[in-house]
């Protein structure tokens, strides 16, 4: 069955940001992977989920994994939704969640379970309450952006909230840097 896109995911488009290096949570993964004592092998798989316009990302993984798929539904290239059915020592998503609504959020914490080898791990970044730039109107549990589009800043204790029924959580980074980047293992 093809995936089916929402209006929601269709919306989140908009908030896909071009640009150049990497985002700032997978230069932080960059370091703490370097610095590992125990590398990945390089034989490893990892999923870039929710890929966008971060170039830059997948091609971080591809230094780490041997072998990378990304996948998101509204960028061609990379809207092949048969990579959703392959398991991956390592998920990435960073700056997805913050941008659905709950019912496209929990699809997408499935999507990342669904998606994890039983020993995997994914890593997680959200917009925290730190990030000024999101306003708008409220909607459910985040705000309307005056471009449409659906934001919610995060709380260590509100991402913790959300995550825990499905996974183990590490948070990695969070402060004043305008977001929360975390490690996922499912339960």
Not at 36 to 52: I, Q, S, T
């Amino acid at each position: 069955m093809p995936y089916k896109v929402t209006e929601e995911m269709r919306i989140a488009r908009r908030c896909a940001i071009a640009r150049r290096g990497l985002s700032r949570p997978a230069g932080r993964l960059d370091v703490m992977w370097s610095a590992m004592d125990v590398g990945f092998e390089r034989g490893g798989c990892a999923l870039h989920l929710g890929e966008g316009r971060a170039l830059d990302d997948t091609a971080l993984l591809h230094q780490y994994f041997g072998h990378v798929r990304a996948f998101d539904p509204n960028f061609e290239g990379v809207s092949d939704d048969s990579v959703l059915n392959d398991e991956y020592d390592v998920v990435l998503s960073v700056f997805v969640a913050n941008v659905f609504p709950p019912k496209e959020r929990d699809r997408h914490y499935d999507d990342i379970v669904a998606s994890l080898l039983g020993n995997g791990y994914a890593y997680l970044a959200v917009r925290s309450i730190w990030d000024r730039s999101i306003k708008g109107e409220p909607d459910q549990d985040g705000v309307r952006t005056s471009r449409g589009t659906f934001q919610k800043a995060y709380t260590v204790e509100s991402l913790l909230d959300e995550l825990t029924e499905r996974f183990v959580v590490r948070i990695i980074e969070s402060g004043s840097k305008g977001y929360i980047l975390a490690e996922l293992a499912v339960r």
